[in-house]
């Protein structure tokens, strides 16, 4: 009895993560065909062992295959690696901003106090990095796995800025107009005028210390994204870029 | 198609598309559809066709996703893409061109 699963093994064993997608459309192709031949027929064997036959040589189907998907590693690299290691990156940049700007949260944080900005509101600020940076991982993982196209990864590279402009933006009005309250207090009590607007001048800062960072790590982010998707093999980016 | 050169592969890339220009299709469908319209001339080794189509999806000439057949299970269904329409369209003109002028040449050597 000729032996369709051997057969499949031998030109999906290599082909990574896509091999039981691909298994499964070969699989209804030469059943189909053994179908039609025993409807024509033929024995059950001797129909399987005429679509296998019909199919044609697994080495070569293999290799053809294997050209458009990578062989086991690439794949494997591609589709697995290459996210993770952009994702590394990503968390590593994100330690990093964080540690660079500690300094300007906690005085921020302590000059505010002087306001009325909820007491919840500045300790929740460094989970928002975590995810927007989640955020931006997802969807280079998602472009990834898809072997990404041009339009595609520039939406990756615009990605954080977009999500760091909704969800920055609006919480930096928010402390701005939070910190209207004690500038209107610090009229009737003038003392408190220099440290407001010391806290103003140091929130304003530091967003926008924050969107620079994010638009700097979402270039390297993106360059890493590039680098690892092309790295062994030709990206439909970089084909489209060349043509 | 198997055992064709890889110079043939532009011309199979044509066939695929001008499949595909009359509507979604899934592999074997499309095997036998050129085989129908070349009356078997052009008979292929029908699993060197996947890699073409997974090549095509790739350039995002064709795209590929998983319907449900009445008939059966859920096959992986091939359409065209807009940018596919324009590749067909200029590869067919280009397969003309080609085709016109070999045809030129081969009635000049019969008249002599």
Redesign the interface.
């Known amino acids: 009895m000729p032996d369709l699963e051997a057969y499949l093994d031998q030109?999906c064993a290599d082909l990574g993560l896509r091999s039981d997608?691909?298994r499964?459309?070969?699989r209804?192709?030469i059943e189909?065909?053994a179908g039609k031949l025993e409807a024509a027929g033929h024995s059950s064997d001797r129909a399987l062992s005429l679509a296998i036959q019909?199919?044609?040589?697994?080495e070569?189907?293999a290799?053809?295959?294997a050209?458009?998907?990578g062989h086991g590693g690439a794949a494997m690299y591609r589709r697995v690696i290459s996210p993770a290691l952009v994702g590394v990156g990503i968390l590593l940049g994100t330690q990093v901003i964080n540690l660079g700007y500690s300094f300007l949260h906690r005085v921020r944080v302590d000059a505010l106090q002087v306001g009325a900005v909820p007491s919840w509101l500045p300790p929740a600020m460094p989970r928002l990095d975590w995810l927007v940076f989640a955020g931006v991982f997802l969807a280079i993982s998602l472009c990834a796995q898809r072997?990404g196209?041009r339009r595609e990864c520039i939406a990756v590279g615009l990605a954080p800025l977009l999500m760091a402009s909704l969800i920055y933006l609006p919480l930096l009005m928010l402390i701005a107009g939070l910190s209207a309250f004690p500038v209107a207090l610090g009229i009737l009590f003038p003392y408190n005028i220099s440290l407001i607007s010391l806290g103003t001048t140091i929130a304003v800062q530091e967003y926008a210390s924050d969107l620079l960072s994010l638009a700097a790590t979402c270039l390297a982010a993106t360059w890493l994204y590039f680098f690892a998707a092309t790295r062994f093999r030709e990206s439909?980016f970089w084909?489209a870029t060349e043509s | 198609m198997?055992s064709q050169s890889r110079e043939a592969r532009p011309q199979n890339d044509l066939l695929v598309l001008a499949v595909l220009a009359e509507g979604p299709a899934?592999?074997?469908a499309i095997?036998q559809e050129i085989n129908r319209r070349t009356d078997g001339l052009l008979r292929m080794?029908?699993?060197?066709l996947?890699?073409?189509l997974?090549?095509l999806e790739?350039?995002?000439l064709v795209r590929a996703t998983w319907r449900e057949s009445e008939r059966g299970?859920a096959?992986?269904t091939y359409h065209l893409t807009a940018k596919g329409k324009r590749a067909l369209s200029d590869r067919t003109a280009k397969w003309q061109r080609f085709s016109r002028a070999v045809d030129a040449v081969v009635r000049g050597e019969a008249r002599a």
């Open positions: 030109i997608e691909i499964l459309e070969l209804q192709h189909q065909t019909e199919f044609g040589p697994p070569e189907i290799a053809g295959l050209a458009t998907h072997g196209s439909p084909a | 198997g899934h592999g074997y095997a080794k029908e699993g060197t996947y890699p073409l997974h090549s790739r350039q995002r299970p096959r992986r």
